[in-house]
């Protein structure tokens, strides 16, 4: 049962050099029925799942790779692109092959992004793009049940986990319901701001999907024009069943998705 290491070095998603790097161990079964390249894959997978290596660390290249381990190019090359169509890997021109986080799985439940990705570790941040009051048009007035033409607070944000983009949330709150300042926003989670103010969540209607990335959506979301999209549309109610915000988000594919529990029917 030989043993390699393969090394890694910190930096920030974008970075164009390794810093000092830190080992990995790998045990790879060449007697196992299992295909080495698919152990590597599964041990590099477990690895970032854990942190290390840290989101923004480059690999070795393949060479490298595959002298210390004592594989053939082709065998870590294959490991590699495994993890690439993941979304845990993605090969950089100019910088290498580099590690971006673990896919955020998000199960199906009245809880706002935010708060699911800090539970699961992933460092939220936001950027708000968008803040202003503006009358409803037809599609948010039915969906918050109010005259067209009402004033809505219009949000719109972009959430991102260790610095890169995960989704474009826009929402539409009735004028009025909270304080929606932006330095809050970009600060906490909108469903936390409205549980501060008072505001209990109690149901919602929520419908997913998915479509292509226009060129705007994708340049926001740091993915290539036409890329695939997860849609999210959503309407909160309280416990007193009135609408509290319609909500339009769009997810990265590659790094994003929705969990479901099905339960049989008696």
Known sequence: MPRGRTRQAAGSPRATT???????????DRNSPVPLYYQLA????????????????????????????????????????????????????????QVVHSQVKRPLELTSLYDDLESAGQRPTTLVLHNAVEPA???????????????????????????????????HIPE????????????????????????????????????????GEAERLDEPAGAALLTMRRTAYDDTGRAVEYGTHIYRASGYAFEFQLLVRP
Do not use: C, W
């Open 42 to 97: 599964q041990q590099l997978e477990a690895a970032i799942q854990r942190g290390t290596p840290a989101a923004g660390s480059l690999l070795g290249n393949e060479v490298e790779l595959a002298g210390r381990l004592g594989l053939s190019r082709p065998t870590v090359r294959q490991a590699i692109q495994t993890l690439v169509d993941k979304g845990l890997l993605v090969r950089r021109r100019g910088v290498g092959t």
């Open 176 to 215: 009025g319901l909270l304080d929606l300042d932006t330095a809050r926003l970009e600060s906490t989670g909108l469903y936390r701001m409205m549980r501060a103010a008072g505001i209990t969540l109690h149901s919602a209607r929520q419908s997913v999907g998915a479509r292509s990335a226009g060129a």
């Open 18 to 28: 390794a810093v000092p790097p830190a080992d990995l161990d790998f045990t790879l």
């Open 137 to 171: 048009d037809a599609e948010v007035a039915a969906a918050l049940g109010i005259a067209e033409g009402g004033g809505v607070h219009r949000l719109e944000r972009l959430r991102l986990t260790h610095g890169r983009p995960v989704a474009v949330l826009r929402n």
